[in-house]
C-alpha cells in the first residue's frame, strides 16, 4: 500500500478456521509489511480473539483502562465514552507503539472497526526498521548502546482531563527499554521510542536526551516511511507492535460523527537490544 509499509489481504475470510498454510502467509505478509489490513470481516468479539490466538496468546484488553463487558481481552475505542466525562479536553495524539511501558509490550494489536466516519478517522503507521536504517551509521552506533524510560502517561493538547489521567495511570508502570530494539523474528533493528510513552534517555543528561529523543521523534514520523488506512466497518489492522508506531485520528470529532473500534493485543516478549541487553522493570512488570 506504500513503498515501506502496509499490506492489503485477500480472499480469506477470518471467521473461518484457518489452516496452517494460510496463517503462516499472513504472518509472512506481517513480518515483511509490518502491518496488513482486511476488509468486510464482520467479526464478533470471539471470533477476533480466537484469529488472534492464531498468531499467540491473547492478553487481557488493557493494563489500566476498562475492557468490553464479557469480553476482558477485547479493548473498547468509543468516542461516545468521552461524552460523559464532564471535562473539556483533548488527549493529545502523538505517534507511539503500543503500551510499551510495561516489561513485555504487545507483540501485535489487531483492531477491528465498528462504527466508522464515512470520511476523517484515519490512522497513520510507521515503519520504525525503515526509520532506524535511513539514520546515518554514526547516529545508528551511538543509539545502539542508549536505553530509555517508558512510563504510562497521558499527554493532553487542551483541558482538564484529570479524570481520564488518573484512571490510566492508576497502576504505575516504568520500563527501561533498549532505544534500538532488535525484532525476535527478523533480526531486524528498529527504532523503539515513541513520544506518547519514552521520557527520558538513561545515559544522557535531560537536556542531551530531550535532544535526541526529539531528533528521532521527527525522523521516525517522515512520511516517506508511513501508510495511511481509510477504515470502512468491518475493516481490521493486524500490526506488528515490534516494528512499527502508530498515530490516533484527530480530524473527525468535530464532525459530530462516532468512531467505535475493537481492539486486542498479543503478549509479546522481553525487548533485547544490540547491546545483548534486554529491558528492565522499576515498577509494574511485566503484563499478560
Same mark, same amino acid.
Given at each position: ?8 489481504? *485477500? /480472499? ?24 496488513? *489490513? ?7 468479539? $470471539?471470533?477476533? &480473539? ?9 492478553? #487481557? ?22 461524552? @460523559? ?11 507511539h ?7 513485555? #509490550? #504487545? ?13 476523517? =478517522? ?20 551511538f543509539? %545502539? ?15 482538564? =482531563?484529570?479524570?481520564l489521567?488518573a484512571? *490510566? ?9 533498549p532505544?534500538?530494539r ?28 530531550k ?12 512520511p516517506a516511511?508511513?501508510?495511511? *488506512?481509510?477504515?470502512?466497518? %468491518?475493516? &481490521? ?5 515490534? $516494528?512499527? $508506531? ?6 473527525? =470529532?468535530?464532525? @459530530? ?11 509479546? %516478549?522481553?525487548p ?8 528492565? $522493570?522499576?515498577?509494574? /512488570?511485566?503484563?499478560?
Open positions: 500500500m506504500s513503498g515501506h509499509i502496509g499490506a492489503e489481504i *485477500f /480472499g480469506v475470510d477470518l471467521r473461518a478456521p484457518l489452516e496452517p498454510a494460510v496463517v503462516a502467509e499472513i504472518r509472512a505478509a506481517l513480518l515483511k509489511w509490518k502491518v496488513v *489490513f482486511f476488509r468486510d470481516q464482520p467479526l464478533t468479539p $470471539a471470533q477476533q &480473539i480466537a484469529f488472534g490466538r492464531l498468531f499467540g496468546e491473547v492478553t #487481557p484488553g488493557h493494563p489500566t483502562l476498562p475492557t468490553l463487558e464479557g469480553h476482558p481481552e477485547v479493548f473498547p475505542l468509543d468516542s461516545r465514552a468521552y461524552q @460523559g466525562l464532564g471535562d473539556s479536553f483533548r488527549v493529545k495524539s502523538l505517534w507503539t503500543d503500551v510499551t511501558f510495561v516489561l513485555n #509490550p #504487545p507483540m501485535g494489536s489487531i483492531l477491528r472497526g465498528l462504527i466508522v466516519p464515512p470520511y476523517g =478517522g484515519d490512522t497513520q503507521w510507521t515503519n520504525l526498521v525503515t526509520a532506524y536504517e535511513t539514520l546515518s551509521p554514526e547516529v545508528r552506533t543509539i %545502539d548502546g542508549l536505553h530509555a524510560v517508558h512510563v504510562n502517561q497521558l499527554h493532553l493538547e487542551y483541558g482538564d =482531563g484529570n479524570k489521567a484512571q *490510566f495511570a492508576s497502576t504505575p508502570y516504568e520500563t527501561v527499554h532505544v534500538v532488535v525484532h525476535p523474528e527478523t533480526g531486524e533493528r528498529a527504532l523503539f521510542v515513541n513520544p506518547n510513552f519514552t521520557k527520558r534517555i538513561v545515559e544522557l543528561s535531560n537536556t542531551e536526551g535532544a535526541i529523543l526529539n531528533l528521532l521523534y521527527e525522523h521516525l514520523a517522515t516511511f508511513t501508510v495511511r *488506512f481509510r477504515w470502512q466497518p %468491518d475493516s &481490521i489492522a493486524f500490526w506488528d507492535n515490534r $516494528a512499527t $508506531a502508530h498515530l490516533v485520528p484527530t480530524d473527525y =470529532g468535530h464532525l @459530530g460523527y462516532d468512531r467505535v473500534m475493537h481492539r486486542i493485543t498479543l503478549a509479546g %516478549d522481553v533485547v537490544g544490540p547491546d545483548g541487553k534486554p529491558s528492565e $522493570a522499576l515498577e509494574g /512488570g511485566s503484563f499478560s
